[in-house]
């Protein structure tokens, strides 16, 4: 009779006992943390609603609709009806907001972060460590014991690729469970990739310290499977560095797609071999989840919801030197309607090498589904049914798809002798994406853009406006004041027919005043059809217009100072806005912190909504205007005074 001795001293038994335990157990806590921290953010999001609903109630109950948009005093609480408690519970508020959202940092090519978005993925990378590196003492007594922490590393590692690949998808389920946008996801995504880039090092080398023989010999394919993806890993986490990035997106997009197929694929069977493939299938499922969404959608926009085989034509007419319109009509459908804000993913097969139709590029949809137009409730619901909507896109060349896209409208405008005459090219659409603010819940409104950055703007007002008239007890707001900075008198043509429109509609209970200011000088290509493509020339543009009290005053300044532009207005869209009393140009750059101060001493007893859209440098002075106590922080708060910044950011993270 023969009996199995083990061969294994029963201290290591015990040992691997313990180690596997715990290898099994902490990946397991790691995604308890994360399932709270994202509880608490609905939970803080479920609180916002509640809150905004009850505020919404109260204030409706205590003022009729009627109120006129010019009697503060009706409108808002006066400062000193604040009880006390309020006042310390919005200083705090503030306090947090200005630590957190409004003290931001640059990291290069054009980027800025907050606080919160630097501390997250810290916090993120210090929790993964603790886990990693705690109760690793073997029973011998030996610290830091390497038999301990090498395979953790490596569990904790594929158990966070379901996180880190949720994080990234578009259609994002932990955006829309806690509202923060896609883009904003993706610089934690970004972060919790190097997280586990550093978890994969730790891995791998204490594997190496305890050698590679036998079981685990270099020769295994599971074991090389490892180590491709772990090198693939290393290669993306490089190539996604911000640099490479801004030079060459769409390469790095395309070598992103490819490497993580290969990291999925090659970490089934390696941690496979360890038990650990149950957390590779899920990223793999919702990777493809994603991809298959996106396709959905980009079939549904072009060719299923207006019943045709033909794809959706865009029109794209050249604004300017370096700008462009493009213009989609889709037929109204419940499955395509879109948010104040949204951005959707355009490919214009045209402007791609060899009119190949997967690039993609985000821009944000500068109209809303409804039309704005409208002027009473059987009006709106004439406007729900109405057949078309319209997705309007302002685009500022730059020197990749969208420079190639302007010299296509401009090149096929000029070569048809039909000067800025838009021109019709099939384009695909993917989206809508983002998470714009709410602004139900905020007396006041105040929209700041430069240049493109309109198109964020723009529809927020339109919005109001409609919804003032369609759905007055829906909103607070009572005030709008809109901010626009160009560069050149004549970018005021991008919106003027559709800022007009939404000006002729605002109702007698909304106030809304529009600021243009006219920044200099423009290098780029001339505007009018007899000038060659490749010629460059300076319109200066300086002193142009100066602010005047009057409208009509101002459109005879620009007559006399410039003939030209005086004409291209004369009796369009652009002159009557000139003309109309709630519009105001000024020359020179917009002083935020003024404009802010002011709007705060208005919106006092109130809650105020800042949204800021365009260059870097604009959300900057936003920020920093915003972090100045007596606009926004605890003098603000003394006066019971709510401020909420939304910086809606065009570059790429
Ligand atoms: C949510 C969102 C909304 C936007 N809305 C607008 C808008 O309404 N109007 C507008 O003019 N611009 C908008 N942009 C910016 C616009 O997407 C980029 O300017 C455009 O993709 C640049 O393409 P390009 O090939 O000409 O860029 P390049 O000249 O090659 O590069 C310019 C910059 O754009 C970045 N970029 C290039 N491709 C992409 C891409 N696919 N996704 C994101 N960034 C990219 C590059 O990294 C670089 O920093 C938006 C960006 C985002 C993220």
Redesign the pocket.
């Given at each position: 009779m023969s009996t199995n001795v083990s061969t294994t001293p029963p201290s290591s038994a015990a040992d691997g006992a313990i180690r596997n335990g715990r290898e099994a157990l902490y990946p397991q806590e790691v995604w308890w943390m994360i399932s709270c921290t994202i509880a608490l953010l609905i939970s803080l999001r479920a609180i916002s609603w509640l809150w905004n609903y009850r505020k919404i109630h109260s204030i409706r109950q205590a003022s009729p609709t009627t109120t006129p948009a010019n009697d503060v005093e009706l409108q808002t609480k006066p400062p000193n009806n604040v009880n006390p408690l309020m006042k310390a519970g919005l200083s705090v508020l503030s306090l947090t907001r200005i630590l957190a959202f409004r003290f931001s940092y640059s990291i290069g090519?054009?980027s800025r972060i907050s606080l919160a978005e630097a501390l997250t993925p810290a916090a993120y990378l210090a929790a993964l460590l603790t886990w990693e590196l705690i109760n690793t003492r073997d029973l011998s007594g030996v610290e830091f014991s390497t038999k301990y922490w090498a395979n953790r590393a490596g569990a904790m590692a594929a158990s966070q690729l379901t996180f880190v690949v949720a994080l990234a998808g578009k259609n994002n389920i932990i955006s829309f469970l806690t509202g923060i946008?896609y883009?904003k996801l993706h610089i934690i995504h970004r972060a919790a990739a190097r997280s586990l880039l550093v978890l994969i090092f730790i891995h791998l080398s204490a594997r190496k310290k305890l050698g590679f023989v036998g079981d685990d010999s270099l020769t295994i394919g599971w074991i090389r499977c490892g180590i491709a993806a772990g090198s693939a890993l290393t290669t993306l986490v490089i190539l996604g560095n911000r640099y490479i990035?801004?030079?060459?997106?769409?390469g790095?997009?395309i070598i992103h797609h490819f490497f993580v197929l290969i990291i999925l694929c090659c970490l089934i069977p390696h941690a496979g071999s360890g038990g650990y493939a149950k957390f590779v299938w899920p990223a793999l499922l919702l990777w493809g989840l994603d991809r298959l969404l996106r396709l959905s959608r980009i079939i549904y926009s072009t060719y299923l919801q207006h019943r045709t085989s033909i794809p959706t034509k865009a029109s794209i007419e050249v604004l300017s030197s370096d700008?462009l319109r493009v213009t989609v009509t889709l037929r109204r459908s419940k499955l395509l309607h879109w948010r104040p804000g949204q951005?959707v993913?355009l490919c214009v097969p045209v402007a791609s090498p060899f009119w190949h139709p997967f690039?993609?590029?985000?821009?944000?949809?500068?109209t809303i589904p409804t039309d704005v137009s409208i002027a009473s409730k059987s009006d709106v619901e004439k406007a729900m049914h109405d057949d078309n909507m319209q997705m309007k896109?302002?685009?500022?060349?730059?020197?990749?798809?969208?420079?190639?896209?302007h010299h296509y409208a401009w090149d096929s405008a000029v070569n048809a002798g039909r000067g800025r005459d838009p021109r019709f090219v099939k384009a695909y659409l993917d989206g809508p994406?983002?998470a714009p603010p709410s602004v139900d819940a905020f007396q006041n409104l105040v929209c700041i853009a430069g240049?493109?950055?309109v198109?964020?703007t723009l529809p927020l007002l339109m919005d109001v406006v409609r919804r003032n008239i369609s759905n007055p007890q829906g909103l607070l707001c009572r005030r709008v004041l809109f901010v626009w900075s160009i560069r050149d008198i004549e970018d005021l043509d991008w919106i003027a027919s559709d800022l007009r429109k939404t000006l002729s509609s605002v109702s007698s209970s909304l106030e809304v005043e529009v600021c243009v200011f006219v920044t200099g000088t423009r290098r780029g290509i001339a505007m009018n059809s007899t000038t060659s493509v490749k010629e460059t020339v300076e319109i200066d543009t300086k002193n142009l217009l100066t602010l005047e009290k009057n409208a009509a005053d101002r459109v005879e300044e620009a007559q006399t100072s410039d003939s030209e532009h005086a004409t291209k207005f004369s009796g369009g869209d652009a002159d009557a806005l000139l003309r109309d009393r709630t519009v105001s140009v000024s020359s020179g750059r917009a002083q935020v912190t003024e404009i802010l101060a002011e709007e705060s001493r208005r919106s006092e007893g109130s809650s105020m909504l800042v949204c800021v859209s365009g260059p870097t440098s604009l959300a900057t002075s936003v920020r920093s205007a915003l972090c100045k106590s007596s606009i926004a922080g605890v003098g603000a708060a003394m006066r019971g005074t709510n401020v909420s910044l939304h910086v809606?950011?065009?570059?790429?993270?």
């Open positions: 090519y054009g946008s883009e990035r801004s030079k060459m997106y769409e790095f997009l700008a951005s993913h690039e993609f590029h985000p821009f944000t949809i500068a896109f302002i685009i500022r060349a730059r020197d990749g798809f969208t420079a190639r896209l994406y983002g240049g493109s950055g198109s964020f809606e950011g065009f570059a790429v993270a």
